[in-house]
Each structure stands twice: as structure tokens, then as C-alpha cells.
């Protein structure tokens, strides 16, 4: 189990690695259309739409392993203060509550993914692209939420055991 954890965990910081790379595309559309609408007076219709398609992968494939290396915003008032049975209790609790959310996330997301896939949904501008890549990153990473939630339980064992 605990293999699996460690394999699970290093796949998502892997797609963490790739995916953060995907601001600096962002930021490379953003500025291409800035001086391509103020410098050259030709606007483009598919730069900003691009970007914010890209910013989906950005944005939640990073989740999983921002919640094994605890990057996500989080108040930790009791939590920075808590240590023994209190603190492993919290952190069983936190990543219970991640695997909740990211089963609810999955439960709305797959089918609406799947529904843009079978009708080949487009974004209906004048670029037009096809976007159900971009819907379909959401119940993938909703998936590796949970699956990151529960590697962070199998990994918490040794905790337990210690105690």
C-alpha cells in the first residue's frame, strides 16, 4: 500500500511539474494578444480563449500534489498548534474532507465531460475549438484528488502505528 501511495504521489507531482509550466503559454498568449491588438491594431479571437483553456489544466492538475506537500491555502490556527493525537486526528480529518470534495467534484464533472466528448462541444466563437479536452481535466483531476487523499491516509499509517 504504502508503494502504491509513494507511486500515486510521484505521478502527481510529475504532473504538477508539467503543468506548472503552462503559465508561462498563458502569459506568452496574453502578451501576444496585448501587442497584437494594441501595437499591430489586429486582434486576435483565439489567443485569450486559448489561454483560458489552458488555464483548467493549470490550474486543477496541480491540486493533488499541492494537497501531499500542503500548498493550498488553509487556516491553520488549531492545526499549527496541535501536535500528537490532535494534530494526526486534523490530518486524517483534512484528508477526509479532500475526498469528499473531490468525490462530489467526479459525480458532477464525468458526466457533464462525457457529454461534451459524445457531442463534440465546441466554444461556438470564431475561433471555435473543440472543448471537451479542457472539461475532461476536471473528473481526471477530481480523480487524483481522491486517489492523493487516500495515498495521504496510507501514508499517515506510520503515524498511527507510532502512537
Not at 501511495?5 to 496574453?30: C, P
Not at 486543477?60 to 500542503?70: C, E, F, M, N, T
Request: glycine share 6%.
Amino acid at each position: 500500500m504504502h508503494a502504491a501511495a509513494r507511486a500515486l504521489t510521484a505521478l502527481n507531482k510529475a504532473l504538477f511539474s508539467l503543468t506548472k509550466w503552462l503559465v508561462y503559454a498563458i502569459a506568452g498568449l496574453m502578451l501576444f494578444e496585448v501587442f497584437s491588438r494594441y501595437s499591430l491594431e489586429n486582434p486576435t479571437s483565439w489567443a485569450p480563449e486559448l489561454a483560458a483553456l489552458l488555464f483548467g489544466p493549470f490550474f486543477l492538475l496541480g491540486g493533488p500534489y499541492l494537497l501531499h506537500s500542503g500548498g493550498h491555502v488553509a487556516v491553520d490556527i488549531l492545526s499549527a498548534r496541535a501536535s500528537g493525537r490532535v494534530a494526526l486526528a486534523l490530518k486524517i480529518c483534512a484528508a477526509l474532507l479532500a475526498l469528499l470534495f473531490g468525490a462530489i467534484l467526479l459525480w458532477f464533472s464525468a458526466p457533464l465531460a462525457l457529454q461534451s466528448y459524445t457531442y463534440g462541444e465546441t466554444s461556438y466563437s470564431a475561433w471555435n475549438p473543440v472543448i471537451w479536452p479542457a472539461k475532461a481535466v476536471l473528473p481526471l483531476a477530481a480523480l487524483l484528488l481522491m486517489l492523493q487523499a487516500l495515498a495521504e491516509l496510507v501514508l499517515l499509517a506510520p503515524e498511527r502505528e507510532a502512537r
